[in-house]
T-cell receptor, first 111, second 114 residues
Framework: GENVEQHPSTLSVQEGDSAVIKCTYSDSASNYFPWYKQELGKRPQLIIDIRSNVGEKKDQRIAVTLNKTAKHFSLHITETQPEDSAVYFCAASIRGNKLVFGAGTILRVKS | DTAVSQTPKYLVTQMGNDKSIKCEQNLGHDTMYWYKQDSKKFLKIMFSYNNKELIINETVPNRFSPKSPDKAHLNLHINSLELGDSAVYFC?????????????FGPGTRLTVT
């Protein structure tokens, strides 16, 4: 079955710096890759996603890149702010039906 | 105007009891899911229903039984609760038939078994 590995498990950055979180997936049939942000005690919220027919997608300060050959995708957050502090999860699925999540990255933005 | 809602938000119960969690979505989605998030924050899918039909049934003890009375509702019943069932249970929904893969999560139900 699908397996998703996520690195790093924790990431501390200074406010204004960039943050990068990386994920690899095992099933080459996966075609949908969302990223979720989860604040303490809250629900996971979809922040950006990418499909396998696209290499990169950007939404303001966040961007996701996908390398299908390497089965690798990454989340990039620029100009980080304290409110970006949260747990970030990557996931992979085939046609969106069964999301397999990475183990999560705790992002701390220090002001 | 909440899109995906769950009740109750908190559930504290003793080992051996039976309990239910309810989920409702008003997004008009056709697919609903149950996820379990353990103490290490790991999120894992348990079940998925599409138009009231069970389509995903992961390796979950048969003490867990989902039920979908209609497209907008998905409930989770748990028999003979065990300490290891303590977790946050999230419901989610998506509109697969429309080719929209985005899943939207409910607020979660924190289950504590003592």
């Amino acid at each position: 079955g699908e397996n998703v590995e996520q690195h790093p498990s924790t990431l501390s950055v200074q406010e204004g710096d960039s943050a990068v979180i990386k994920c690899t997936y095992s099933d080459s049939a996966s075609n949908y890759f969302p990223w979720y942000k989860q604040e303490l005690g809250k629900r996971p919220q979809l922040i950006i996603d990418i499909r396998s027919n696209v290499g990169e997608k950007k939404d303001q300060r966040i961007a996701v890149t996908l390398n299908k050959t390497a089965k690798h995708f990454s989340l990039h957050i620029t100009e980080t702010q304290p409110e970006d502090s949260a747990v970030y999860f990557c996931a992979a699925s085939i046609r969106g039906n069964k999301l397999v999540f990475g183990a999560g990255t705790i992002l701390r933005v220090k002001s | 105007d909440t899109a995906v809602s769950q009740t109750p938000k908190y559930l504290v119960t003793q080992m051996g009891n039976d309990k239910s969690i309810k989920c409702e979505q008003n997004l008009g989605h056709d697919t609903m899911y149950w996820y379990k998030q353990d103490s290490k924050k790991f999120l894992k899918i348990m079940f998925s229903y599409n138009n009231k039909e069970l389509i995903i049934n992961e390796t979950v003890p048969n003490r867990f039984s989902p039920k979908s009375p209609d497209k907008a509702h998905l409930n989770l019943h748990i028999n003979s609760l065990e300490l290891g069932d303590s977790a946050v249970y999230f419901c989610a929904s998506s509109h697969v038939v429309a080719g929209s893969y985005e899943q939207y999560f409910g607020p979660g139900t924190r289950l504590t078994v003592t």
